[in-house]
């Protein structure tokens, strides 16, 4: 009998910090499972050892932010049977995405010694902006379980097995007492999807949006609560201007409060 061979693995790298690609590899024991039954055909954070596509599957961390990556994602795009963004940066532009309220140009003479070498995009933005994603698994960084989880749905065909409740339910999962509730302490939780184990509540604090958005989000009136607990706009504007500030609802919601 031919032995059948085996879906072939990409990992890529745009604007990012690499700490999902980092978080597939903290997988360690699990990751050699993963490799058991994967072809990892072109994970530069891994190996030195590149091959060309096309590819199965392919995960991608990290924003667009210069031309060049914005014609480098079309042709992964291409190489790739599924396309996955992991990671804030990927799927909302990630903490990079703040730049998008300003003049990048201001920050060139700041920032870098020759500004006249770099060639940059005027914002930060999404894979999604540019390609069709075929699945978003969101976090700063991802939950590696959750990875595990993605990798192993779509090799089975079936659909992954992600919640899409908020950080709230974690909380009471977790049985932590709510700290907005309890102590008038500011939480995104309410609005920001669930993976992180409500590990910011367990230490007293509020949650800073990591996930994202979570869906039917309902940020107008968390943002009017933050105000009845003391918050000024400006504090309000900022609280939704984090890791995820270029998510949708996150955005409008910041924008509304903006002097």
């Not at 899409?164 to 977790?174: I, Q, T």
């Not at 999807?193 to 869906?215: D, I, M, T, V, W």
Request: hydrophobic content about 35%.
């Amino acid at each position: 009998m031919k032995k059948m061979a085996k879906p072939r693995l990409a990992v890529w790298k745009f604007a990012s910090c690499d700490g999902c690609q980092l978080s597939l590899l903290d997988c360690e024991d699990e990751l050699l499972a993963v490799a058991d039954v994967v072809e990892i055909a072109n994970f530069a954070e891994a190996s030195r050892e590149i091959q060309p596509g096309p590819y199965n599957i392919s995960l991608v961390e990290g924003s667009i932010t210069t031309p060049h990556d914005a014609e480098r994602i079309h042709k992964i795009r291409r190489d790739s049977g599924l396309l996955i963004t992991i990671g804030a940066c990927a799927t909302s532009g990630g903490i990079q995405a703040l730049r998008n309220w300003k003049d990048v140009n201001e920050f060139f003479s700041l920032v870098y010694g020759s500004p006249h070498f770099i060639e940059t995009l005027k914002k930060s933005t999404p894979i999604s902006d540019h390609v069709f994603v075929d699945y978003e698994l969101r976090g700063c960084p991802v939950n590696k379980y959750q990875l595990l989880e993605v990798l192993n749905a779509f090799l089975n065909q079936r659909k992954p097995n992600i919640f899409p409740h908020s950080v709230c339910m974690e909380c009471k999962a977790n049985k932590t007492t709510c700290i907005m509730v309890a102590k008038g302490i500011p939480c995104m939780g309410p609005v920001t999807h669930s993976g992180c184990g409500a590990l910011c509540q367990s230490f007293n604090r509020g949650s800073f949006g990591c996930y994202g958005p979570k869906e039917a989000t309902n940020t107008n009136s968390l943002g009017g609560h933050f105000k009845e607990l003391g918050m000024s706009g400006d504090g309000v504007m900022r609280i939704f201007r984090n890791f995820n500030a270029s998510a949708e609802p996150f955005r409008k919601e910041s924008e509304a409060h903006e002097k």
